[in-house]
């Protein structure tokens, strides 16, 4: 059974530093991993997709890595910004059909100026 | 491109009655699935629906339906509200496999008294 672990659960920086939240699942046979953003009673907004076959994928400031053979994934913000606290979700896909997802708990971060 | 849009936003309803929630995909997106979202048990699949067809179902009570139109429009109906019912329902639209990009929307916020 797919399990996706988030350490830690929350994290509090000061503006400007480069952060790593991370992502376990015990099944390293995925399709792909998916990060998204939650902002507080707001729906989820992908980040980044790391299909299985990728190692990293990278949009502006944020950087997402994928090491199916330990089951981990990191998403990596360089130079945080205020504008950046909000909670981190990783997913991955039950299957190769369909829209299933199976959440980690997130990381709630919190960048202070 | 329109994003994902949810109908209504916030909703509160009485133990016993019931409500139905609507969701519309990403123009040519056909796969919608749906998410219940509490602060105890984090981001949990209720069902999706692909083509006008379940296609995976969660681990909930049958209270919880839904179904999709031919337009892939889709609806959730929850009977006999209970107040652990009351959390933040998310849909999200996708493609026919998993190796396509999930877009959520804004939620569905349902408060049971």
């Known amino acids: 059974k797919q399990e996706v672990t988030q350490i830690p659960a929350a994290l509090s920086v000061p503006e400007g530093e480069n952060l790593v939240l991370n992502c376990s699942f015990t099944?390293?046979?995925?399709?792909?991993l998916q990060w998204f953003r939650q902002d507080p009673g707001k729906g989820l907004t992908s980040l980044l997709l790391i299909q299985s076959s990728q190692r990293e994928q990278t949009s502006g400031r944020l950087n997402a890595s994928l090491d199916k053979s330990s089951g981990r994934s990191t998403l990596y913000i360089a130079a945080s910004q205020p504008g950046d606290s909000a909670t981190y979700l990783c997913?991955?896909?039950?299957?190769?059909?369909?829209?299933?997802?199976?959440f980690g708990q997130g990381t709630e971060l919190s960048v202070k100026p | 491109k329109a994003g994902v849009t949810q109908t209504p936003r916030y909703l509160i309803k009485t133990r016993g009655q019931q409500v139905t929630l609507s969701c519309s995909p990403i123009s040519g997106h056909r796969s919608v699935s749906w998410y219940q979202q509490t602060p105890g048990q984090g981001l949990q699949f209720l069902f999706e629906?692909?083509?006008?067809?379940?296609?995976n179902k969660g681990n909930f009570p049958g209270r919880f339906s839904g179904r999709q139109f031919s337009n892939s429009r889709s609806e959730m109906n929850v009977s006999t509200l209970e107040l652990g019912d009351s959390a933040l329902y998310l849909c999200?639209?996708?493609?026919?496999?998993?190796?396509?990009?999930?877009?959520f929307g804004p939620g569905t916020r349902l408060t049971v008294t």
């Open positions: 099944d390293s046979a995925i399709y792909n």
């Open positions: 629906y692909f083509s006008e067809t379940q296609r």
């Open positions: 997913a991955v896909p039950l299957s190769n059909q369909g829209g299933k997802l199976i």
């Open positions: 999200a639209s996708g493609g026919e496999f998993s190796s396509y990009e999930q877009y």
